[in-house]
């Protein structure tokens, strides 16, 4: 038997767009939880106090490999803050790029992470479809609310 690494958001229809709003998957290849006082590397999202998420090659300190165990959308374009709004009690005014913040997003708990345009959503692998379904709903209702 031969096991076959497939991407948590393999069913979903990716990209995908409305309007001008985007969304597409963050594909994650090495994901590491580091209990560490600073920032281990450049490619380090801190989680909370002592508590980062590294990218990459193995860091040095207490690491947990989180690899398969997360997954991640990239929401991007004009109205994204709108498709926040409908899903997560953050302010989009609060979310500088690089800036990291766990919240609840569409009745999960996720790590919402500030990129250029937009923001990136990291979820546990497990809820990647609903995560998919929850989002493109929103970006739907957006993108028609903008229309009227």
Same mark, same amino acid.
């Given at each position: 038997?031969?096991?076959?690494?497939?991407?948590?958001?393999?069913?979903?229809?990716?990209?995908?767009?409305?309007?001008?709003?985007?969304?597409?998957?963050?594909?994650?290849?090495?994901?590491?939880?580091?209990?560490?006082? &600073?920032?281990? +590397?450049?490619? #380090?999202? /801190?989680?909370?106090? !002592? =508590?980062?998420?590294?990218?990459?090659?193995?860091? *040095? $300190?207490?690491?947990?490999?989180?690899?398969?165990?997360?997954?991640?959308?990239?929401?991007?374009?004009?109205?994204?803050?709108?498709?926040?709004?409908?899903?997560?009690?953050?302010?989009?005014? &609060?979310?500088? +790029?690089?800036? #990291?913040? /766990?919240?609840?997003? !569409? =009745?999960?708990?996720?790590?919402?992470?500030?990129? *250029? $345009?937009?923001?990136?959503?990291?979820?546990?692998?497990?809820?990647?479809?609903?995560?998919?379904?929850?989002?493109?709903?929103?970006?739907?209702?957006?993108?028609?609310?903008?229309?009227?």
């Amino acid at each position: 038997m031969t096991l076959t690494a497939t991407s948590p958001f393999a069913t979903c229809e990716l990209p995908l767009t409305a309007g001008g709003l985007r969304l597409s998957e963050y594909p994650i290849e090495r994901m590491w939880s580091v209990a560490v006082d &600073t920032a281990p +590397t450049a490619k #380090a999202i /801190r989680a909370d106090h !002592a =508590h980062w998420f590294v990218f990459g090659d193995r860091p *040095e $300190g207490r690491v947990t490999d989180q690899s398969d165990g997360w997954a991640a959308l990239d929401l991007t374009g004009s109205g994204w803050e709108g498709v926040l709004a409908r899903l997560c009690p953050l302010d989009p005014a &609060t979310i500088a +790029t690089g800036t #990291a913040q /766990r919240s609840e997003f !569409a =009745h999960l708990m996720a790590l919402v992470v500030g990129i *250029e $345009g937009g923001v990136r959503i990291f979820v546990m692998r497990s809820f990647a479809r609903h995560l998919h379904h929850e989002v493109a709903i929103a970006m739907r209702s957006v993108t028609a609310q903008a229309a009227l």
